[in-house]
């Protein structure tokens, strides 16, 4: 049975009286796995700190799991674009892992044991589990990039919201990585941000574009393994998406209105 | 050392040094990690309006000068969270307003005529016992506050955004952090001078910071450094007659200098990555 894990109906966002998000309808059903794509500053990273929570919506309506954001972002696994806050902080690859069996008033203890085996098991499923003692500081901008999987992931998440996770991970961990978010998205629903859309194409269900309006390219539209996708969202706010995929013709997706 | 410990006024001073360096120790690495030691120096020098507006007044010292720096560290406090990017700028301003507001109650203050010497290098050297239950009063409280929260401190201050969506309640614990400070600088303010405040919330986290693998580690370590640096000090000013706060402070510089010739020395000592 599908139902809808996300839903975003008449969106406006402005930062400093600046429009980010105008408009924005968007559902997102259980299961699915979402690549949204856009110019920087359209608004992707907005709109999943609007469904963390994190920001307020000017107006509209936003409901997660059926409940407005706030009150179910634990729920939620959650991978900030920039992982390079607080170089020289002094904390352990592991124990960055451990923030994610964080709960609310739970005051001074000791991490179980099971929450440490829950947490190498996590950095142990990005590849990072022998880098568990050393200082988040002392890793590449890749690594500590899967550390913040692992720390979403320890989470025990039903929604997966992903901002840029592969920016600065290699090809061919790339495509480890996007492996291993396929094989989470059976049980686990997904929404990525990605510049790449090459990398990712095998993995996603559904793409949306962001540029201050939405457009939501749905799971019929994108049959076929996708080798090349090329989109131009312009000022006009038209965003048309081509594909060029195995088996099918070189097609351009519908035009936004 | 061991000589000069028989006056009662060294058993203080090296009791108020070693308690303060224990505030300063914690509270100083949640500072130096949450980037916010400008809004310490703004918090420490607005509590002079409060030594001001507590003798123009009439109340007790300790109620106007508290109540005054926690009131300034709020408001600073909601003004960074709500527009970071002027923050700096606003929290010079009450830093400036603050102190030129307690001269200037002072001046309107008839008979009164407080030192502003030793508000800013402090009069270790004559600490009563009754400052001495307080400060220890102070330190056992945010010791346990700390502790009780350590983890949603450690969360908040290295992802502010991720412990909010795990339910840490960021902004009443951030709020609670900065009134811990208020409270921690002014009490240590009127022992050790703002001055000394200021360099022992710093220098030894910063120093610590390097050679630490946790929060915690980090806290103890300041703690040990700012200990360390204040007895030597404290030795040194007896020793050659100097004025003590200055010679901490002095101190502490020269351990700031040597641990980045250490750095340069032996680099693999640091857990800090290369820049």
Same mark, same amino acid.
């Given at each position: 049975?599908?139902?809808?894990?996300?839903?975003?109906?008449?969106?406006?966002?402005?930062?400093?009286?600046?429009?980010?998000?105008?408009?924005?309808?968007?559902?997102?059903?259980?299961?699915?796995?979402?690549?949204?794509?856009?110019?920087?500053?359209?608004?992707?990273?907005?709109?999943?700190?609007?469904?963390?929570?994190?920001?307020?919506?000017?107006?509209?309506?936003?409901?997660?799991?059926?409940?407005?954001?706030?009150?179910?972002?634990?729920?939620?696994?959650?991978?900030?674009?920039?992982?390079?806050?607080?170089?020289?902080?002094?904390?352990?690859?592991?124990?960055?892992?451990?923030?994610?069996?964080? !709960?609310?008033?739970?005051?001074?203890?000791?991490?179980?044991?099971?929450? !440490?085996?829950?947490?190498?098991?996590?950095?142990?499923?990005?590849?990072?589990?022998?880098?568990?003692?050393? !200082?988040?500081?002392?890793?590449?901008?890749?690594?500590?990039?899967?550390?913040?999987?692992?720390?979403?992931?320890?989470?025990?998440?039903?929604?997966?919201?992903?901002?840029?996770?592969?920016?600065?991970?290699?090809? +061919?961990?790339?495509?480890?990585?996007?492996?291993?978010? +396929?094989?989470?998205?059976?049980?686990?629903?997904?929404?990525?941000?990605?510049?790449?859309?090459?990398?990712?194409?095998?993995?996603? +269900?559904?793409?949306?574009?962001?540029? !201050?309006?939405?457009?939501?390219?749905?799971?019929?539209?994108?049959?076929?393994?996708?080798?090349?996708?090329?989109?131009?969202?312009?000022?006009?706010?038209?965003?048309?998406?081509?594909?060029?995929?195995?088996?099918?013709?070189?097609?351009?997706?519908?035009?936004?209105? | 050392?061991?000589?000069?410990? /028989?006056?009662?006024?060294?058993?203080?001073?090296?009791?108020?040094?070693?308690?303060?360096?224990?505030?300063?120790?914690?509270?100083?690495?949640?500072?130096?990690?949450?980037? @916010?030691?400008?809004?310490?120096? &703004?918090?420490?020098?607005?509590?002079?309006?409060?030594?001001?507006?507590?003798?123009?007044?009439?109340?007790?010292?300790?109620?106007?000068?508290?109540?005054?720096?926690?009131?300034?560290?709020? =408001?600073?406090?909601? =003004?960074?969270?709500?527009?970071?990017?002027?923050?700096?700028? #606003?929290?010079?301003? #009450?830093?400036?307003?603050?102190?030129?507001?307690?001269? =200037?109650?002072?001046?309107?203050?008839? &008979?009164?005529?407080?030192?502003?010497m030793?508000?800013?290098f402090g009069?270790i050297l004559?600490?009563?016992?009754?400052?001495?239950?307080?400060?220890?009063? =102070?330190?056992? &409280?945010?010791?346990?506050?700390?502790?009780?929260?350590?983890?949603?401190?450690?969360?908040?201050?290295?992802?502010?955004?991720?412990? /909010? @969506?795990?339910?840490?309640?960021?902004?009443?614990?951030?709020?609670?952090?900065?009134?811990?400070?208020?409270?921690?600088?002014?009490?240590? #303010? /009127?022992?050790?001078?703002?001055?000394?405040?200021?360099?022992?919330?710093?220098?030894?986290?910063? @120093?610590?910071?390097?050679?630490?693998?946790?929060?915690?580690?980090?806290?103890?370590?300041?703690?040990?450094?700012?200990?360390?640096?204040?007895? @030597?000090?404290?030795?040194?000013s007896?020793?050659?007659n100097l004025t003590s706060g200055a010679s901490i402070i002095l101190?502490?510089?020269?351990?700031?200098?040597?641990?980045?010739?250490?750095?340069?020395?032996?680099?693999?000592?640091?857990?800090?990555?290369?820049?």
């Amino acid at each position: 049975m599908v139902y809808p894990i996300i839903e975003i109906q008449n969106l406006n966002f402005s930062y400093n009286s600046h429009p980010v998000l105008r408009d924005v309808d968007l559902t997102v059903n259980q299961g699915d796995f979402v690549a949204m794509i856009g110019p920087n500053g359209g608004g992707k990273t907005t709109l999943l700190k609007v469904m963390l929570g994190l920001l307020n919506a000017d107006s509209g309506a936003v409901r997660v799991f059926n409940k407005p954001p706030q009150d179910v972002s634990h729920r939620i696994g959650y991978v900030p674009q920039d992982v390079n806050i607080n170089k020289n902080f002094p904390i352990s690859a592991l124990d960055v892992v451990l923030m994610g069996k964080l !709960r609310p008033g739970r005051g001074w203890s000791r991490h179980s044991s099971r929450d !440490r085996l829950a947490a190498v098991d996590a950095l142990d499923q990005v590849a990072m589990k022998k880098f568990r003692d050393h !200082r988040i500081g002392e890793l590449s901008g890749g690594q500590k990039q899967r550390v913040f999987v692992a720390r979403a992931l320890v989470t025990d998440p039903e929604l997966l919201l992903l901002d840029e996770p592969t920016a600065s991970i290699d090809a +061919k961990g790339q495509h480890e990585f996007y492996s291993l978010l +396929k094989e989470l998205n059976k049980t686990i629903t997904i929404i990525v941000v990605s510049h790449d859309i090459m990398a990712i194409a095998g993995s996603i +269900k559904s793409v949306i574009c962001v540029n !201050r309006r939405l457009h939501y390219h749905g799971q019929a539209e994108l049959t076929g393994e996708m080798i090349e996708m090329m989109y131009d969202c312009t000022a006009d706010e038209t965003c048309p998406v081509e594909l060029i995929a195995h088996g099918l013709p070189h097609r351009v997706l519908h035009k936004h209105e | 050392m061991f000589e000069a410990l /028989q006056f009662e006024f060294m058993r203080n001073a090296l009791l108020a040094g070693l308690l303060a360096s224990i505030i300063c120790g914690i509270m100083g690495t949640l500072v130096v990690v949450n980037r @916010i030691v400008f809004l310490s120096g &703004g918090i420490a020098h607005a509590a002079f309006g409060g030594i001001g507006l507590a003798f123009f007044c009439g109340w007790h010292y300790m109620v106007g000068t508290i109540g005054f720096s926690i009131a300034a560290a709020l =408001i600073m406090a909601s =003004i960074t969270l709500k527009a970071r990017h002027r923050a700096d700028t #606003i929290i010079g301003v #009450i830093w400036a307003v603050g102190m030129a507001t307690g001269i =200037i109650l002072l001046d309107l203050t008839p &008979g009164y005529n407080v030192d502003l010497m030793s508000y800013l290098f402090g009069s270790i050297l004559t600490v009563p016992d009754s400052d001495l239950w307080m400060m220890l009063g =102070i330190a056992i &409280g945010i010791l346990a506050i700390v502790v009780y929260f350590y983890h949603d401190y450690l969360a908040l201050s290295y992802d502010e955004e991720f412990a /909010q @969506i795990r339910g840490v309640r960021v902004r009443p614990l951030y709020f609670l952090m900065i009134a811990m400070l208020a409270v921690g600088i002014v009490m240590i #303010i /009127q022992v050790v001078g703002l001055i000394l405040v200021i360099a022992l919330l710093t220098i030894p986290p910063y @120093i610590a910071e390097k050679y630490s693998k946790s929060l915690i580690k980090m806290m103890v370590l300041s703690s040990l450094l700012s200990a360390m640096f204040t007895v @030597i000090g404290l030795w040194l000013s007896y020793a050659l007659n100097l004025t003590s706060g200055a010679s901490i402070i002095l101190v502490a510089g020269l351990g700031f200098l040597a641990s980045f010739g250490l750095d340069y020395a032996l680099p693999n000592w640091s857990a800090r990555p290369g820049k």
